[in-house]
Each structure stands twice: as C-alpha cells, then as structure tokens.
C-alpha cells in the first residue's frame, strides 16, 4: 500500500506531474527541462530529487550534463499512469505548451539551451 502512497504523493504536486509528463516523451537533460518549463535550475533540481526518491526516475551523466528518463514501470498503475501521460495528458493544453517548448529545446545545442535556462 506504501508504495501506491509514495506514487500519487510524488506525482500530487504541478511541478513534478510536468516533469513526468515530459520525460515521458523522452530522456532530457536538466537544463532542457528547465527551459521547457520556464523554471529555474533550483526548482527542477529539488522536484527532480523528489522524483528520483520515489522511484519515478533515474539519472545519468554523461560528461557536464545529466539526464533524467522514467524508470521502467514497477507495477501495472505505473504502467498505466505513464501510459496515460503519453496518450492523453501530452494533449492538454497546459502540458501541449510544455512539450512544445521541449521540442523547441531538443532541437538546440544543449550549450545554447543551457545558457537560455540560466536566464531564467
């Protein structure tokens, strides 16, 4: 039951859901997501942990810059919450705007996405 708990805790706050919502599309580096969603590095970095810690994802780092991707479904809810970010959240407004943004950014250098969310 715990674990079901830790889930819907860790996806209960706006910040962390647009976090999942976009690496659901895809592995992202740090300064990607937050240029996406306009928020500076100390905010991404502190939902991130949380994310890390409830088991919702991982990181590597390759080099300077670290990626963030979701783990792989521990259980049918996960399974089918993620699933449902990618089919049905992503087409929200709110979220649309976010991965349009995303888009915008994968496109970019990292160097160049990097200064930009510095700028925020």
């Known amino acids: 039951m715990q674990q079901y708990i830790d ?3 860790a996806l209960a706050d706006e910040t962390r859901l647009r976090i999942v919502v976009l690496l659901s599309e895809k592995e992202l580096c740090v300064c990607q997501i937050e240029a996406a969603l306009v928020l500076p590095q100390v905010k991404v970095s502190r939902h991130l942990t949380i994310l890390r810690y409830s088991g919702l994802v991982r990181c590597r ?3 300077t810059w670290v990626y963030y991707s979701l783990t792989e479904p521990k259980n049918k809810i996960e399974e089918n919450l993620f699933e449902s970010f990618k ?3 992503r087409k929200e407004k709110f979220f649309s705007a976010d991965i349009s943004n995303m888009e915008e ?3 970019q250098p990292l160097k160049i996405v ?3 969310a510095k700028k925020i």
């Open 7 to 9: 889930l819907f805790k």
């Open 114 to 116: 990097a200064e930009k």
């Open 87 to 89: 089919k049905h959240l």
């Open 61 to 63: 780092r390759e080099g």
């Open 105 to 107: 950014c994968i496109s």
